[in-house]
């Protein structure tokens, strides 16, 4: 498998791709208000709520959302979702969150996340930058979940980039590891307003120390 590497043509043409993506939909009208960088690992199985509760924390508090599906369908035309393409659409994401906290921004990481491995890369960018974290781990009932993923393979959402379905999920499901990093679970099947509002009050009070929670 042929690696992605910093300075090769395709890797700077993808970080480039997105940066222009975040800059549209984020950055030129983001005001950070005296917000201080912090992580939010949006983890969880497809069809958990990981999307709508990331908009809803942008709509609260001056934030970037990267999310794995967006980013891979802005450089990808015809996904394949293979390891190749994994390493492509991760090595750019891991990038832009370390750019956008390197800058002081709150930023929102939007993937499965599922596994120790995965969410290791976002820890050492943290600890590289002392910067806050917390992991939110999404869980939701099967029937809500499945009649999600109906919707969204339908087009009745539109709102979504994932082409995950219910075979997906259940591929996906018994990899899924519990985190042992700073994390609340959220069900998503239950008012979010709550844990939204609770995290927007943590972000906006925390000290320099990342070590928080």
């Known amino acids: ?77 015809n996904p394949t979702y293979s390891k190749t393409e994994h390493s492509r659409v991760f090595a750019v994401c891991h990038k832009i969150v370390e750019d956008l906290l390197s800058e002081g921004y709150v930023t929102i990481f939007e993937a499965t996340n599922l596994t120790a491995k995965s969410r290791l890369p976002l820890i050492k960018i943290t600890e590289k930058l002392q910067v806050p974290s917390l992991c939110l781990v999404f ?3 099967e029937n809500i979940i499945k009649n999600r993923l109906t919707a969204r393979s339908s087009g009745v959402d539109e709102a979504s980039y994932s082409d995950a379905d219910w075979d997906i999920y259940s591929k996906l499901k018994p990899s899924q590891e519990p985190p042992d990093q700073n994390h609340w679970y959220v069900d998503s099947t239950k008012d979010i307003s709550i844990s939204l509002n609770k995290l927007v009050k943590i972000i906006r009070s925390h000290p320099q120390n990342p070590n928080i929670y």
């Open 1 to 77: 498998m042929r690696k992605t590497r910093l300075g090769s043509s395709e890797y700077d043409s993808d970080l480039q791709t997105v940066r222009a993506i975040v800059s549209e939909e984020f950055l030129q009208d983001i005001s950070k208000s005296g917000e201080r960088a912090f992580l939010i690992i949006l983890s969880g199985l497809p069809g958990t709520g990981k999307s709508y509760f990331a908009r809803q924390l942008n709509h609260r508090i001056p934030s970037v959302v990267i999310g794995s599906d967006r980013t891979r369908k802005a450089l990808i035309t």
């Open 139 to 141: 869980t939701a009932s």
